[in-house]
């Protein structure tokens, strides 16, 4: 069996590479990959979720979708340099009301770009909660770690093949709808696909092969709208190196990505490691996740080695709020409730807009240039 579905997916990424159906649209070449990323300025952001939200539904809900906090806290990305966050979307957000998601999520990317901010968007998240659901989210869990966010599509929903047409309505929907948006940098098309998150181990199996079954096809259905923006999907664990080695994942991420996106949450040397494994792909790297200062990522550590590279960094975290994720992992084991960290894991600012750090902000804004253009008033 397990050799069997092992050829069923390097057949999938064959079909790929293959000469396409007039209605089909190919990957980006290496040269226009490159071009476009050459056009970019460095690219450095933080995955954002407001303060007042648990997880993306929250975020962008009718009843609880804010855009004066959202304003508030993008502008302190831009106080110090961030000209890019990565967002996470919600695929029941589509297919409970489709307009007034976009009339909502068109209001964001308007608040983003007031603030030279633009904004790479994540269709499908494999992480945590497995059964979503619309309507009011729970509190958080006192002491733990992103103890609400959720999957999209949740479980029922992936692994019931009638639910596809609504998973391909809600990806062909929300692409066709911003895909000539100059606001928008990229589609992020499915976070760490294989993850566990919050899955039992004798579902992981059946969660893994169908997701594998879909990703190409999502990375199909978003190139049916013909976006002007880049597609993507971040490789997070196992050996980048070695093409013999890459899980079944890997390999369909690598193979359909135009730019090519990677979380990694090591120490530096571990992070500079993993660029050079990703850089003989010759394509533009960006690192979608990093910066956990518990696990040795820190802005001191690998930012600067990203700007070495020219790989785009987008961090962990910009305010701590109700997604908790300024606690480490551990405390999904050993929640903190009778006591705080040492350090906090991730976040930059505190809820009332005071850094955590001011030497990290310092550092972000000196190698954004941000700190030179304050000092000579410019915007």
Known sequence: MKIRFIFAVILTILANSRPLRSQEQPRWS?????????????????????????????????????????????????????NTVRVFLQDQLWKEDPEGFKKRLNTFLAIAAKHHIRPLLVLFDSCWETNPHLGPQHPPIPGIHNSGWVQSPGKSRLLDPSVEPELKQYVVGVVTAFANDPRILGWDIWNEPDNKGGDQTQDLSAKVKRVNELLPKTFQWARSAHPSQPLTSGVWQGNWSDHAQ??????????????????????????????????????????????????????????????????????????????????????????????????????????????????????????????????????
């Open 246 to 379: 890459e899980s079944a994942t890997t390999r369909i991420q690598l193979a359909l990505s135009d730019v090519i996106s990677f979380h990694n949450y090591d120490w530096p040397e571990g992070f500079e490691a993993r660029i050079k494994e990703l850089l003989p792909l010759h394509r533009p790297l960006i690192c979608t996740e990093y910066m956990a200062r518990g696990a040795g990522s820190t802005f001191d550590g690998s930012l600067p080695i990203a700007k070495t590279y020219k790989v785009a960094a987008i961090n962990w975290g910009l305010v701590a709020g109700k997604t908790q994720t300024y606690l480490p992992w551990d405390s999904w084991q050993r929640p903190y409730v009778l006591s705080q960290p040492t350090i906090w894991f991730h976040e930059v600012f505190r809820m009332d807009g005071t850094p955590y750090r001011q030497h990290e902000v310092d550092l972000i804004r000196q190698l954004t240039g941000r700190e030179v253009k304050t000092s000579l008033n410019q915007p």
């Open 30 to 82: 290496e040269q226009k990959a490159n071009d476009w990323y050459a056009s970019q300025p460095w690219l450095v952001g933080a995955n954002f979720i407001p303060s007042n939200a648990i997880n993306q539904l929250e975020m962008f809900q009718a009843a609880t979708f804010d855009p004066k906090i959202n304003d508030h806290e993008l502008g302190l990305a831009e106080s110090i340099g961030m």
